[in-house]
């Protein structure tokens, strides 16, 4: 793929979308914090971009290891353990106190006991993850797009709209039920 097969991505169309995204994976990020030995300048903790989208890597637990990825394309939230068992959750417009509890029972379920502190770090008025009840827009967190081998798409919503070689219009359902319509 080129880099002119990039579509434009203008911070204020995706900001809120980012931001909500931000606190997800800081979310995982303190997990990862949590389970593996820290190292200079925090390489512990990155998560690692994958051809579906984020991932935490193995981080041992126990006798086992567990990875955590932000699947994009499927939107989805996996948990796996080497030992077999696994979780997930959709990605979808949602709190951050929301993303937060279903984090945690999925971490529950799968016999994970880890304690992270729920409050985000080097954010201007900080919200704790699981007080951080303020409602997603849908408009916005359309913007964020990923690319699924058809078109881009939002990892958020669902939200598709094939790329063609000539500009158009195309119209975008989301989830919230509004329509949208986007240059491609």
């Not at 880890?114 to 827009?137: A, C, G, H, N, Y």
């Amino acid at each position: 793929m080129s880099i002119a097969a990039w579509p434009e991505l203008p911070w204020s169309a995706w900001s809120e979308t980012a931001d909500t995204l931000h606190m997800w994976t800081q979310i995982v990020g303190k997990t990862r914090l949590a389970l593996t030995p820290l190292q200079n300048h925090w390489w512990n903790v990155p998560l690692y971009v994958t051809a579906r989208g984020l991932s935490t890597s193995a981080m041992a637990y126990g006798d086992d290891a567990l990875d955590i990825e932000f699947d994009f394309l499927e939107h989805e939230l996996r948990m796996r353990l080497g030992s077999g068992k696994n979780e997930s959750f959709a990605l979808k417009p949602k709190s951050v106190a929301e993303f937060y509890r279903e984090y945690q029972q999925c971490l529950e379920a799968l016999g994970v006991r880890v304690k992270i502190w729920p409050m985000p770090v080097e954010v201007q008025k900080p919200i704790r993850f699981d007080l951080d009840t303020l409602q997603p827009s849908c408009p916005s967190r359309r913007k964020h797009r990923g690319i699924d081998g058809k078109g881009w798409r939002d990892p958020l919503s669902g939200g598709a709209c094939t790329r063609t070689r000539k500009p158009q219009r195309c119209a975008v359902r989301i989830d919230c039920g509004r329509t949208q319509e986007l240059d491609t």
